[in-house]
């Protein structure tokens, strides 16, 4: 299991950081090791967030954007530690790997419907330790999709038609998963100043749920390192602003990523 990726992603890490990854790239997923706290130093400036993905590219480019276009520009600056292995991981698998990287820290995950079985299981776990959730029905395409319009109807956990109208929506998305889902170069720049939208267009998806009385007013928003207390598998889902009632895999369309930036203090009108 390789964590990180490739080259560039290694430029912001710090000495120690650069040994624990060599030594994870040698190993397998029981040689990783935790790493260490940042300095106190770090600790009290700078927010570092551990985040599991499902994906290898999309999400881990998508989260490398963030950190490079907001990381010190936020209030409260942050760094994202995407967390990923080469060949992807299904959505249990990615929290028991952000558990597994990062015990003591704050984690999240990003994971899809898709066609996966395991995600019942997957929100289980992320409740018993209070990883943050950031669930997109039926994939992550539709939080890069709503940068640049509303979307709105059932998809059944097809994200055929999702990802083709992210090819007509910027030139820069054209040959999205053509063969590469990167998210580098024109399509990073092409999803400038549109997080607002995005955040608009991932809101009203929330008020506009059919299943429960559903609103994204009543998100839970995690403001920092803190752990929040154990609630119920049901009560960590509705952290999404969906009612406690709606049952994560009815929530078609949606997507929570909203919540990450919210919580990292991207798109609000002061910043
Ligand atoms: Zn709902």
């Known amino acids: 299991m390789s964590e990180w990726g490739g080259e560039q992603r290694e430029q912001k890490l710090s000495k120690a950081e650069k040994r624990r990854l060599r030594k994870s790239r040698k190993g397998e997923e029981r040689s990783l090791e935790p790493p260490a706290l940042p300095p106190p130093a770090?600790?009290?400036?700078?927010?570092?967030?551990?985040?599991?993905?499902?994906?290898?590219?999309t999400e881990p480019d998508y989260l490398n954007y963030l950190n490079d276009?907001?990381?010190?520009?936020?209030?409260?600056?942050?760094?994202?530690?995407?967390?990923?292995t080469d060949n992807g991981l299904i959505p249990s698998r990615a929290v028991a790997a952000?558990?597994?990287?990062?015990?003591?820290?704050?984690?999240?995950?990003?994971?899809?419907?898709?066609?996966?079985h395991d995600i019942p299981q997957a929100l289980r776990e992320a409740a018993e330790d209070g990883t943050e959730v950031c669930f997109s029905h039926p994939s992550f395409d539709l939080w890069l999709l709503l940068?640049?319009?509303?979307?709105?109807?059932?998809?059944?956990?097809?994200?055929?038609?999702?990802?083709n109208k992210l090819r007509q929506a910027d030139p820069a998305y054209r040959r999205f998963a053509r063969p590469s889902k990167n998210v580098q170069g024109d399509r990073r720049t092409a999803l400038d100043d549109k997080e607002?939208?995005?955040?608009?267009?991932a809101r009203s998806?929330?008020?506009?749920?059919?299943?429960?009385d559903?609103?994204?007013?009543?998100?839970?928003?995690?403001?920092?390192?803190?752990?929040?207390?154990?609630?119920?598998?049901?009560?960590?889902?509705?952290?999404?602003?969906?009612?406690?009632?709606?049952q994560a895999l009815n929530r078609d369309p949606s997507?929570?990523?909203?919540?990450?930036?919210v919580s990292l203090g991207i798109g609000k009108p002061h910043h």
């Open 42 to 57: 770090e600790s009290k400036a700078r927010r570092v967030l551990y985040v599991g993905c499902e994906g290898e590219t």
């Open 69 to 84: 276009r907001f990381g010190d520009a936020v209030k409260q600056p942050f760094r994202i530690q995407p967390v990923y």
């Open 98 to 116: 952000v558990r597994k990287y990062a015990p003591d820290d704050e984690t999240w995950v990003l994971f899809d419907r898709d066609k996966h």
């Open 147 to 163: 940068h640049f319009t509303a979307f709105g109807g059932s998809q059944s956990g097809d994200s055929g038609h999702v990802t």
């Open 196 to 201: 607002c939208a995005a955040i608009t267009h």
């Open 205 to 212: 998806l929330v008020n506009q749920c059919e299943y429960g």
């Open 214 to 246: 559903c609103k994204a007013d009543r998100r839970k928003v995690r403001e920092s390192r803190d752990k929040p207390p154990f609630r119920s598998t049901d009560d960590w889902s509705a952290r999404s602003g969906h009612s406690a009632h709606c």
């Open 255 to 261: 997507t929570d990523v909203w919540r990450l930036l």
